[in-house]
């Protein structure tokens, strides 16, 4: 079964592909505190159809091409501008 990840499209000036951000909060060994994790995965889109700020699902699939390891599967939210 294939990893499946949530996260927000940072960059779409590739053709074909897109930067998907990850965040999650990872807590500190010592100090039981918790931080960011950002970690940036480049993800196919045959169809260039997803935006920068649209939050999607993403598959990890055979490799693309050296980085590309990820496809989009579907598309949760639309970006929506801060008035």
């Given at each position: 079964m294939a990893r499946k990840?949530?996260?927000?499209i940072v960059s779409d000036k590739m053709n074909?592909?897109?930067?998907?951000a990850?965040?999650?909060l990872k807590k500190h060994p010592r100090y039981?505190?918790?931080?960011?994790?950002?970690r940036r995965f480049?993800?196919?889109?045959?169809?260039?159809?997803?935006?920068?700020?649209?939050?999607?699902?993403?598959?990890e699939m055979r490799p693309l091409s050296r980085e590309k390891r990820w496809?989009?599967?579907g598309l949760v939210e639309?970006?929506?501008?801060?008035?």
């Open positions: 990840l949530q996260g927000i074909k592909t897109r930067v998907v990850i965040v999650r039981k505190k918790y931080y960011k994790v950002t480049k993800v196919h889109d045959e169809k260039n159809e997803y935006k920068t700020g649209e939050r999607v699902i993403i598959e496809i989009i599967k639309k970006f929506k501008p801060q008035a």
